[in-house]
């Protein structure tokens, strides 16, 4: 059986079995469709949170960020995970204790104002839309490889999948897929790393193995993995993989607004609504981080063994030899897979200098001119490698049996599938439960609230395609900056709606306005306006930048901004009514929750 | 329930089961910015003597310590929380 047969089988046998749950556990009214009764065990909470959560961005796309610039993208682990912690401790409990369904329900109410209920359902639908637009730059990836097409067919065709998919039901339908789906991801992304951290370091467990002492070291007896890795790379004129090359505040900045973003993602916290009790919702967040963590802890292994395997097999002679001539590319099976990858356009090489060798270095390093010029290359030679393909070609550079390549698409699809699904069931609800029912047309009926939610979703899918096609960087940089704008915008509402009685319906607004306002100006002003290439002011690297900080941290910014201008405005007007102290202080307790209000 | 809800009694006990929360949480998010933005960013290069498999204790924190250490939050903040609200008779029955 051909790797082709091989990947449709595994990715059919996966689709069939979500699709299968789906139908069997399919949303009827309106109150199951938003949060699935209400009746959501904390561990299938955390698992089900853990596959939403886990999207295209950390399955794909992190780990290639990793293996090519090392140390300094220790922020996305840092900050996809911290974020937990501040939703653990500073939001579930009490969202849950309040016990309606969405986030702007919770700022509808506690600052008593439609106003700023409405300004919260903007901050969603930007944020969410972001996100989506990374989602759909994973599926291009992952479609385009697994029926070897282009990475723009992979992606329309991948816009209709979600589609399709996000219509068939709600959470509930939605909770026990993702359950489904939390495996088959996590076996995929843990099976070919195990693999490889035995045939590099001998060490079954991939956390340790980056870590433990490599056996494949070319002769010199054993070295740490990280040693050799620093080695070679650097060899190649390359920064080292282990040490600091990006300067403090914009690490620091960044790690933060991933961190506050995932706090006040609203797919993420409509999770906590699911759990039975308000202490479920503070054992949830520890269970979703629990499955979260055995990815993220895999991740860093994976980014340095692919990055060592690339580079011995590009320099099979050792680095010091010949490079990989043209012929063997073509011909010889361990390099397969930069045949099949070269088919989607996100990989290529070209013999520049025509020694029928191809060359991978750094050819913007002073350092390796000289040796250029002495060998006579001119420019690197592997030309294209983005990314976003390393998670998936990864058991294919390993030289990995086909099943676990097999695996790995399914895994892949899995992953920007359940979280594309989740976004557009927040965008969905944001627009039909708080925009329509809640603000324009309370009279409207349940069926109608349902078809509206549809049509959210395929407009939100339609805008993140088209997006999608020229995305604003990487998966995982492109969700990056929903997570700022999340930052920026909502989780400073939450958090002074709970932690002050103080903070007023105006200073409400006002934050939240300033803070999505000036990340969103900072953003386009770097990325381009509504990510249109070429229409920025400003070069997106910490030089070029506005305040020497790249438009991936600017969240961390609009986060202060929006607290500073909020408390401002709130001590200038009139004190918060005593009514709405009074839902602060219950909020605060956990006694007597009770179940669902529906409303 | 409806006893403990008397007022009075309650507006001191909400206010003390409150300020133990904060305490609690104050806490907790010193050692969250401490292991990750201390110990993995900015505090790195005065870990860096100390070796971790061919790279520094800074390094590791930034890669995983630093998510081992969030998980231990976590799961001590709920059990600590669970234990509060006993303590206050605010749990859920």
Same mark, same amino acid.
């Given at each position: 059986?051909?790797?082709?047969?091989?990947?449709?089988?595994?990715?059919?046998?996966?689709?069939?079995? /979500?699709?299968?749950?789906?139908?069997?556990?399919?949303?009827?009214?309106?109150?199951?469709? /938003?949060?699935?009764?209400?009746?959501?065990?904390?561990?299938?909470?955390?698992?089900?949170?853990?596959?939403?959560?886990?999207?295209?961005?950390?399955?794909?796309?992190?780990?290639?960020?990793?293996?090519?610039?090392?140390?300094?993208?220790?922020?996305?682990?840092?900050?996809?995970?911290?974020?937990?912690?501040?939703?653990? !401790?500073? !939001?579930?409990?009490?969202?849950?204790?309040?016990?309606?369904?969405?986030?702007?329900?919770?700022?509808?109410?506690?600052?008593?104002?439609?106003?700023?209920?409405?300004?919260?359902?903007?901050?969603?639908?930007?944020?969410?839309?972001?996100?989506?637009?990374?989602?759909?730059?994973?599926?291009?990836?992952?479609?385009?490889?697994?029926?070897?097409?282009?990475?723009?067919?992979?992606?329309?065709?991948?816009?209709?999948?979600?589609?399709?998919?996000?219509?068939?039901?709600?959470?509930?339908?939605?909770?026990?897929?993702?359950?489904? %789906?939390?495996?088959?991801?996590?076996?995929?992304?843990?099976?070919?790393?195990?693999?490889?951290?035995?045939?590099?370091?001998?060490?079954?467990? *991939?956390?340790?193995?980056?870590?433990?002492?490599?056996?494949?070291?070319?002769?010199?007896?054993?070295?740490?993995?990280?040693?050799?890795?620093?080695?070679?790379?650097?060899?190649?004129?390359?920064?080292?993989?282990?040490?600091?090359?990006?300067?403090?505040?914009?690490?620091?900045?960044?790690?933060?607004?991933?961190?506050?973003?995932?706090?006040? #993602?609203?797919?993420?916290?409509?999770?906590?609504?699911?759990?039975?009790?308000?202490?479920?919702?503070?054992?949830?967040?520890?269970?979703?981080?629990?499955?979260?963590?055995?990815? /993220?802890?895999?991740?860093?292994?994976?980014?340095?063994?692919?990055?060592?395997?690339?580079?011995?097999?590009?320099? *099979?002679?050792?680095?010091?030899?010949?490079?990989?001539?043209? %012929?063997?590319?073509?011909?010889?099976?361990?390099?397969?897979?930069?045949?099949?990858?070269?088919?989607?356009?996100?990989?290529?090489?070209?013999?520049?200098?025509?020694?029928?060798?191809?060359? /991978?270095?750094?050819?913007?390093?002073?350092?390796?001119?000289?040796?250029?010029?002495?060998?006579?290359?001119?420019?690197?030679?592997?030309?294209?490698?983005?990314?976003?393909?390393?998670?998936?070609?990864?058991?294919?550079?390993?030289?990995?049996?086909?099943?676990?390549?097999?695996?790995?698409?399914?895994?892949?699809?899995?992953?920007?599938?359940?979280?594309?699904?989740?976004?557009?069931?927040?965008?969905?609800?944001?627009?039909?439960?708080?925009?329509?029912?809640?603000?324009?047309?309370?009279?409207?009926?349940?069926?109608?609230?349902?078809?509206?939610?549809?049509?959210?979703?395929?407009?939100?899918?339609?805008?993140?395609?088209?997006?999608?096609?020229? *995305?604003?960087?990487?998966?995982?940089?492109?969700?990056?900056?929903?997570?700022?704008?999340?930052?920026?915008?909502?989780?400073?509402?939450?958090?002074?709606?709970?932690?002050?009685?103080?903070?007023?319906?105006?200073?409400?607004?006002?934050?939240?306005?300033?803070?999505?306002?000036?990340?969103? #100006?900072?953003?386009?002003?770097?990325?381009?306006?509504?990510?249109?290439?070429?229409?920025?002011?400003?070069?997106?690297?910490?030089?070029?930048?506005?305040?020497?900080?790249?438009?991936?941290?600017?969240?961390?910014?609009?986060?202060?901004?929006?607290?500073?201008?909020?408390?401002?405005?709130?001590?200038?007007?009139?004190?918060?009514? %005593?009514?709405?102290?009074?839902?602060?202080?219950?909020?605060?307790?956990?006694?007597?929750?009770?179940?669902?209000?529906?409303? | 329930?409806?006893? +403990? &809800?008397?007022?009075?009694?309650?507006? $001191?006990?909400?206010?003390?089961?409150?300020?133990?929360?904060? +305490?609690?949480?104050?806490?907790?998010?010193?050692?969250?910015?401490?292991?990750?933005?201390?110990?993995?960013?900015?505090?790195?290069?005065? &870990?860096?003597?100390? $070796?971790?498999?061919?790279?520094?204790?800074?390094?590791?924190?930034?890669?995983?310590?630093?998510?081992?250490?969030?998980?231990? &939050?976590?799961?001590?903040?709920?059990? +600590?929380?669970?234990?509060?609200? +006993?303590?206050?008779?605010?749990?859920? $029955?």
């Amino acid at each position: 059986m051909d790797q082709f047969t091989l990947n449709l089988l595994f990715v059919g046998a996966s689709f069939a079995l /979500y699709i299968g749950i789906a139908v069997w556990a399919r949303a009827g009214t309106t109150s199951e469709f /938003y949060a699935a009764g209400r009746g959501v065990h904390p561990v299938t909470n955390g698992m089900a949170t853990a596959a939403d959560w886990m999207s295209a961005a950390s399955f794909i796309s992190m780990a290639g960020l990793i293996a090519f610039t090392g140390y300094d993208n220790s922020t996305y682990l840092m900050g996809w995970t911290g974020g937990y912690v501040l939703l653990a !401790l500073l !939001l579930a409990p009490y969202l849950r204790k309040f016990g309606k369904f969405t986030v702007s329900e919770f700022i509808g109410d506690r600052f008593y104002s439609p106003t700023a209920r409405l300004v919260a359902v903007i901050c969603l639908i930007v944020a969410s839309t972001t996100y989506v637009i990374g989602q759909m730059t994973g599926v291009g990836v992952a479609f385009g490889r697994f029926l070897e097409i282009s990475n723009t067919a992979g992606l329309l065709i991948g816009a209709c999948v979600v589609f399709a998919y996000a219509v068939f039901g709600g959470m509930k339908g939605v909770t026990y897929t993702q359950v489904a %789906q939390y495996v088959v991801l996590i076996m995929a992304y843990t099976i070919p790393a195990v693999f490889i951290s035995l045939q590099l370091t001998g060490t079954p467990i *991939p956390a340790l193995g980056l870590f433990s002492e490599t056996s494949v070291t070319g002769g010199e007896g054993s070295v740490y993995l990280l040693t050799k890795l620093d080695q070679i790379v650097t060899d190649l004129g390359f920064a080292s993989y282990t040490e600091a090359h990006k300067d403090n505040l914009n690490m620091v900045l960044f790690t933060l607004s991933l961190m506050i973003g995932t706090a006040g #993602l609203p797919h993420v916290i409509m999770r906590f609504f699911t759990v039975p009790k308000v202490s479920d919702a503070r054992w949830s967040a520890g269970w979703a981080l629990v499955f979260i963590a055995l990815l /993220y802890l895999t991740a860093p292994a994976v980014g340095a063994m692919a990055r060592l395997n690339i580079t011995n097999l590009m320099w *099979p002679n050792g680095t010091d030899g010949d490079a990989v001539a043209v %012929q063997t590319i073509e011909t010889a099976p361990e390099y397969d897979w930069m045949q099949t990858w070269q088919k989607t356009g996100l990989l290529d090489w070209e013999d520049k200098n025509g020694d029928g060798l191809i060359q /991978y270095y750094n050819d913007g390093s002073d350092a390796m001119a000289e040796k250029a010029a002495a060998n006579g290359w001119e420019g690197n030679e592997l030309t294209n490698f983005n990314r976003d393909i390393l998670v998936l070609a990864n058991p294919e550079i390993a030289n990995l049996p086909g099943w676990v390549i097999g695996l790995v698409a399914a895994g892949g699809l899995a992953a920007a599938l359940s979280t594309a699904a989740g976004l557009l069931l927040a965008i969905s609800s944001a627009v039909s439960h708080d925009l329509l029912k809640g603000q324009l047309t309370p009279n409207m009926s349940e069926k109608a609230e349902l078809m509206s939610a549809r049509i959210a979703m395929a407009i939100a899918i339609a805008v993140a395609t088209f997006l999608g096609l020229n *995305p604003p960087g990487f998966a995982a940089q492109t969700v990056a900056l929903a997570f700022g704008l999340a930052a920026a915008s909502i989780f400073p509402a939450l958090m002074m709606g709970i932690f002050s009685k103080r903070v007023n319906n105006i200073g409400a607004v006002a934050g939240m306005l300033s803070g999505l306002i000036f990340t969103l #100006l900072y953003i386009f002003l770097h990325k381009g306006w509504f990510f249109v290439a070429g229409t920025n002011s400003f070069p997106d690297t910490v030089d070029g930048s506005l305040f020497g900080i790249q438009s991936t941290a600017i969240g961390a910014v609009g986060a202060v901004i929006n607290f500073a201008v909020a408390y401002v405005v709130s001590m200038r007007t009139a004190d918060t009514p %005593q009514e709405i102290k009074d839902l602060v202080e219950s909020v605060r307790i956990p006694a007597g929750a009770g179940g669902a209000v529906d409303h | 329930m409806a006893e +403990r &809800l008397t007022h009075g009694k309650v507006a $001191e006990d909400g206010a003390g089961y409150w300020a133990a929360n904060v +305490r609690i949480i104050v806490i907790s998010l010193i050692i969250w910015a401490l292991v990750s933005f201390g110990f993995g960013i900015l505090l790195r290069p005065m &870990l860096a003597g100390i $070796e971790v498999g061919g790279t520094d204790l800074g390094f590791w924190f930034a890669q995983q310590g630093s998510i081992i250490v969030f998980l231990a &939050l976590i799961f001590f903040y709920a059990w +600590r929380m669970n234990k509060l609200d +006993r303590e206050y008779g605010v749990e859920e $029955e």
